[in-house]
């Protein structure tokens, strides 16, 4: 692999909420501490590839959703030096309002999504709240447009995108969640998204509530397992503790972590 060059890889935050054990946990006892939910989205660049991972929600679904909003995913990555405007490729882990919003702020880009993850969005199981809750109509109706519009690069299952970056569909969360497998320069690295919201939903078992299949999710587990080189380099999708364990890109710099370089302190 020493061949390919290495990808930096940065995890940007741009909201938060507080949450109850019972919303990170299935069967968490109802005494037990809740963890504040981060909301991130990710950026992968080297020097002839750019990817950013998922878009992450604006200010008016943070009002709509009663998040705090702390800044938008674009000015985010304006802090790396990166302008959405000229964005070529975003990979879409599912379309959840929290990973697709703001896909119009990316005029130029084509939108990496599962096969699956568009027909679950779209098909019978959004017939229930309890699937679709977490998706906005509008954003999933606009990402048909995009379709329409030959703007979406479609994959079934596992991809290469380029060497040293793929795609691998896992499910569980949502019948389409992919994941992001990527080269760098501690070894392979995976952009868990939702298949883990937390360290603790893998480390401990406990999946998470919100779920199309809860054995999809937990085979997931295994299979992040298998493509990442280290149980720290599997980055949870919305875990404040990504922030504490991993260096921001240079001194003084809030709310982004660089991810591609060894941990601050061991996992927890
Ligand atoms: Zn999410």
Do not use: K
């Not at 989205?41 to 604006?58: C, H, M, Q």
């Not at 005029?107 to 096969?115: K, S, Y």
């Not at 030959?150 to 991809?159: L, Q």
Request: proline share 7%.
């Amino acid at each position: 692999m020493s061949e390919i060059e290495p990808f930096e890889v940065y995890a940007i935050r741009y909201a938060t909420v507080a949450r109850q054990a019972a919303e990170n946990f299935i069967g968490a006892d109802p005494h037990e501490c809740g963890a504040p939910m981060d909301y991130f989205v990710w950026l992968a660049r080297r020097s002839d590839r750019l990817y950013v991972i998922d878009t992450g929600f604006n200010e008016a679904a943070a009002q709509r959703r009663r998040r705090d909003f702390l800044r938008s995913p674009v000015e985010g990555l304006r802090a790396l030096g990166v302008d959405a405007q000229q964005v070529t490729e975003v990979i879409v882990t599912h379309l959840h309002y929290d990973h697709i919003g703001n896909f119009d702020r990316f005029p130029r880009a084509r939108f990496h999504l599962q096969d699956r993850e568009l027909a679950y969005a779209t098909g019978r199981y959004m017939t229930r709240p309890f699937f679709s809750y977490a998706y906005e109509l509008e954003e999933v109706l606009a990402m048909v447009r995009q379709v329409y519009a030959g703007r979406v690069c479609f994959h079934d299952g596992d991809a290469v995108l380029a060497p040293g970056i793929s795609l691998h569909r896992l499910g569980g969360h949502t019948q389409g969640l992919q994941v992001v497998r990527l080269w760098t320069r501690r070894g392979w690295l995976v952009l868990a998204s939702d298949a883990s919201h937390y360290f603790a939903n893998m480390r401990d078992s406990r999946p998470f509530p919100v779920v199309a299949s809860v054995t999809e999710m937990v085979d997931g587990w295994d299979r992040l397992t298998e493509l990442a080189d280290s149980a720290d380099a599997i980055i949870p999708g919305h875990d404040p503790l990504v922030l504490e364990r991993f260096p921001p890109p240079a001194p003084g710099v809030e709310g982004i972590a660089r991810l591609d370089v060894p941990p601050l302190a061991a996992p927890r």
